[in-house]
Antibody, heavy 120, light 110 residues
Framework: EVLLVESGGTSVQPGGSLRLSCAASGFTFTTYWMHWVRQAPGKGLVWLSHIQSDGTSSTYADSVKGRFTTSADSARNTLFLQMNSLRAEDSAVYYC?????????????WGQGTLVTVSS | QTVVTQEPSFSVSPGGTITLTCGLSSGSVSTNYYPSWYRQTPGQAPRTLIYSTNTRSSGVPDRFSGSILGNKAALTITGAQADDESDYYCVLYLGNGIWVFGGGTKLTVL
């Protein structure tokens, strides 16, 4: 069974940093791409980042480029999102999602999300 | 900055047919954008309905279909049911490893 479990969400002050994790199981981690998607309270989904799970390449939405970094530890089957210089507008539920290794693939499995609140 | 557009809300009668659309702030959506569609109910993670324009995800009933209509991607739901009431999101692949979600459509069945 494919499982994606996010963790690390908490309350943090503006300007602070946080690292989210997404533990993957039930599939061969390095043969898929992984993504981060967030959803602010009452708002829509926003794609943030993608990584080829062997760690060779990552991409980012303009809204987080330069502040957020996605990485993957294939030995631990875990995806990470390092978030720096956090702002109030980064408050959201953060989901990790899996896709196959082609651009037309859907995000076929999602975690249940972890909540990040940025507030003083 | 490219914006993906969706109707903010839509309503349909039980048994009716509805088409939700997914467009671009500048330009036309084609199959090259690999449009996909997701539904999300409150408190739940999104689930895939359609990908690569018109491929139904496993287990999705054939009441749901995807297409390109004019310059937009489209999700058509036929024989609407009460439990189709949900938020629907499209996502487009813009190239260079960048995806963008639309703002979502809140569908009401009444």
């Amino acid at each position: 069974e494919v499982l994606l479990v996010e963790s690390g969400g908490t309350s943090v002050q503006p300007g602070g940093s946080l690292r989210l994790s997404c533990a993957a199981s039930g599939f061969t981690f390095t043969t898929y791409w992984m993504h981060w998607v967030r959803q602010a309270p009452g708002k829509g989904l926003v794609w943030l980042s993608h990584i080829q799970s062997d760690g060779t390449s990552s991409t980012y939405a303009d809204s987080v480029k330069g502040r957020f970094t996605t990485s993957a530890d294939s030995a631990r089957n875990t995806l990470f999102l390092q978030m720096n210089s956090l702002r109030a507008e980064d408050s959201a539920v953060y989901y990790c999602a899996r896709s196959h290794r082609y651009y037309g693939s859907p995000f076929d499995f999602w975690g249940q999300g972890t909540l990040v609140t940025v507030s003083s | 900055q490219t914006v993906v557009t969706q109707e903010p809300s839509f309503s349909v009668s039980p048994g009716g047919t509805i088409t939700l659309t997914c467009g671009l702030s500048s330009g036309s959506v084609s199959t090259n954008y690999y449009p996909s569609w997701y539904r999300q109910t409150p408190g739940q993670a999104p689930r895939t309905l359609i990908y690569s324009t018109n491929t139904r995800s496993s287990g999705v009933p054939d009441r749901f279909s995807g297409s390109i209509l004019g310059n937009k991607a489209a999700l058509t739901i036929t024989g609407a049911q009460a439990d189709d009431e949900s938020d629907y999101y499209c996502v487009l692949y813009l190239g260079n490893g960048i995806w963008v979600f639309g703002g979502g459509t809140k569908l009401t069945v009444l």
